[in-house]
């Protein structure tokens, strides 16, 4: 593939090809968009745009429910040289925040969403007397229903120098910092990904992932169409609340390339041990990308073992590395291989040392999975804290350099500065080493925990008492913190605790116990929390568990040694069954929280994965009869069951 003069060179390519991007909204909800298509509506979009007085340079928040409304504004501001920012529609006041906090640090924003979700917005901003929210959005705001129009916009003709879109991450609400992606950086790693992924004309790619996230956005859709090959985007609410139709519509549109994070894998393992599909022939897939976040290597291995039977192939596992600062992606392992990693003593995994080889069955032993080499235009280096570079074999800090590496933090110089080093390359904030030419991650440097002089990384800790029943990935989090006046950092455990308070000690004793024998650390403390915080792709956001107990919010409970349960509601004998019904189900999920018929779902500390899971079960007694955005309207139990009654 020759390399793209610009972002907008991307479509224009494909324009004229018989190819699609297929919309994934329900079991028998789908609608396919030609390249042609697309850019005819993009077209249209920037119309509206430019009407609007809308001009290159500014932004275009682009928070929306809807896969297909999203790509058709997306490409509408890219092809007038106007800047998209990707937001996620999330489904609490903290996500709602985020919004205004980024358009915040825009300089002339626009905002795209739905009609129903700009009376939220418009709600949020009116409760939060949040002025300049509400007047962004009466005076810069447009809705799907607003962008029906005749009209054709002006195509923009832009340098590689010019910004493409900002990515924001899916982590910090508080203090959210957006990524410039340039047209260089895209038309460089699209070049990278299509010559390291060697795509073929029958390939055919399918993905959850949210079209917010760059893996969704850049690696299963931009780069799809740099490739020219048809694909598709299923709903993530969908994959959330019917995992198992992921790899049933993989079979059914014969899929070859697909993607997950690590927690996709395991959610997907977990309604597949409750009711296995009967027929599905994975025979189609060559290719399984796995990254975004820590990659479990015994995961990996159930995966692979439970989908052997319906001919998903072992060298599929395609484990790779990236972020959103590399325009997605850096690493790419050797196709056609099964995946391989190393086994080290974690003792050794120290900043500036060389690691040590372990035996799988040693105590100390910790897997780390290969990732593979750079993609081209893109290389990387291991330094100590100095940002020196180290030889192959020693533990350090990962730092990439390329065309495909951002420039900064938008409209944020000082941040910008501290990510980038004298001689120009990006600090990740990730560790890890380089062995026989693969690079390895151990883990994030600022989630290191230092324990007598070592290193320890939370995800091998958390690893270790996910052993435990009861503890699965997601359900533990472990991080370090050093409290004023102290010495040394506490290495602190954070679990969802079940109802009963008895059961904590004992909890405690065993997490203790597995944690001393196989790392041989002491746990400073267990502390039991009514919700584990994830970002709206599913990651666990630890930072914010270890701030709150610096801030001493678990004080009091710490002192107790027990930890506050909720009292468990006295139903009344003559409730509705199905009231009844939905408590139940609640509580399978919710196992740190007992839910009221009229406790507010939104209100109790219960994550957005969490109710997915509800809703989940819910949708698996009821078919089709509610949706999680149901709850928006219907947020209590009560009140859900009587939207579900009308339903039935």
């Given at each position: ?64 429910k809807s896969n297909e409304d999203f790509l058709i504004a997306f490409w509408g501001a890219v092809l007038g040289g106007i800047v998209p920012v990707p937001v996620a529609v999330g489904i609490s006041d903290e996500h709602r925040a985020k ?409 405690a004793r065993d997490i203790r116990d597995i944690v001393g024998k196989q790392a041989g650390l002491e746990v400073d403390h267990v502390i039991p929390v009514k919700r584990i915080p994830k970002t709206t792709s599913g990651k666990v956001q ?107």
């Amino acid at each position: 593939m020759n390399r793209y003069a610009s972002l907008i060179d991307v479509l224009f390519s494909q324009r004229d090809t018989p190819r699609s991007v297929r919309i994934i909204n329900g079991e028998n909800d789908e609608l396919a968009i030609g390249f042609n298509e697309l850019w005819m509506r993009a077209e249209s979009f920037l119309g509206v745009l430019q009407d609007r007085g809308v001009l290159p340079g500014d932004e275009l928040i682009v928070v929306s429910k809807s896969n297909e409304d999203f790509l058709i504004a997306f490409w509408g501001a890219v092809l007038g040289g106007i800047v998209p920012v990707p937001v996620a529609v999330g489904i609490s006041d903290e996500h709602r925040a985020k919004l205004f906090r980024i358009a915040g640090q825009l300089k002339n924003p626009t905002i795209f969403t739905d009609e129903d979700l700009l009376q939220r917005f418009r709600e949020f901003a009116a409760d939060h007397n949040l002025s300049g929210g509400v007047e962004l959005l009466d005076n810069r705001c447009l809705t799907d229903v607003d962008v029906i129009s005749d009209t054709t916009g002006r195509v923009y003709s832009p340098s590689l120098e010019e910004l493409a879109f900002v990515q924001y991450s899916s982590g910090s609400t508080s203090d959210p910092k957006g990524v410039c992606l340039t047209h260089g950086n895209m038309t460089s790693t699209l070049a990278g990904q299509v010559a390291g992924l060697k795509f073929e004309s029958s390939d055919v790619a399918l993905s959850w992932m949210p079209l917010t996230h760059d893996m969704g956005l850049i690696g299963y859709h931009i780069t799809m169409l740099a490739a020219g090959i048809d694909h598709a985007i299923m709903d993530t609410s969908v994959f959330v609340r019917r995992p198992l139709l992921w790899l049933s519509k993989a079979s059914e549109h014969r899929a070859t390339i697909l993607c997950s994070p690590n927690f996709g894998y395991k959610h997907y393992l977990k309604m597949f041990e409750r009711k296995p599909p009967d027929n599905m022939d994975l025979s189609c897939v060559r290719l399984l990308l796995n990254g975004a976040e820590p990659i479990s290597i015994d995961l990996c291995n159930e995966f692979l073992a439970a989908l052997a039977p319906f001919g998903l192939k072992r060298h599929a596992m395609f484990p790779v590395y990236g972020l959103a600062e590399a325009t997605l992606a850096v690493t790419f392992p050797e196709l056609g291989k099964a995946f391989s990693y190393i086994t080290v003593r974690r003792h050794s995994l120290r900043i500036g040392m060389p690691f040590e080889a372990a035996q799988p069955a040693d105590d100390d032993a910790v897997k780390f999975m290969k990732l593979g080499k750079a993609i081209a235009g893109c290389e990387y280096r291991i330094t100590d804290d100095s940002d020196q570079p180290l030889a192959d074999g020693c533990v350090g800090n990962i730092q990439l350099h390329g065309e495909n590496i951002t420039d900064g933090i938008y409209r944020d110089a000082e941040t910008t500065a501290s990510v980038m080093t004298a001689d120009g390359w990006l600090r990740t904030g990730d560790c890890g080493t380089i062995t026989e030419g693969e690079l390895v991650i151990t883990g994030r440097a600022k989630d290191i925990i230092i324990v007598n002089g070592q290193n320890y990384y939370p995800h091998d800790i958390e690893e270790i008492i996910g052993q435990l029943e009861g503890f699965e990935l997601g359900k533990v989090v472990v991080g370090g913190g050093k409290r004023p006046g102290r010495r040394v950092e506490e290495l602190l455990v954070f679990v969802l605790h079940r109802k009963e308070p008895e059961l904590l000690q004992s909890i405690a004793r065993d997490i203790r116990d597995i944690v001393g024998k196989q790392a041989g650390l002491e746990v400073d403390h267990v502390i039991p929390v009514k919700r584990i915080p994830k970002t709206t792709s599913g990651k666990v956001q630890r930072a914010i568990l270890i701030n709150e107990y610096l801030d001493g919010e678990f004080d009091g409970l710490l002192s107790t040694g027990l930890t506050v349960v909720d009292s468990v509601p006295a139903l009344d004998p003559n409730e509705d069954p199905l009231i009844a019904e939905l408590v139940g189900i609640c509580a399978e999920f919710s196992k740190e929280r007992v839910v009221g018929p009229d406790d507010n779902l939104f209100e109790v500390g219960l994550s957005s994965l969490t109710l997915t899971e509800i809703m989940l079960a819910v949708d698996e007694k009821y078919p089709a009869a509610v949706d999680i955005n149901d709850l928006f309207d219907h947020p209590t139990i009560r009140e859900l069951a009587a939207f579900l009654a009308s339903r039935k």
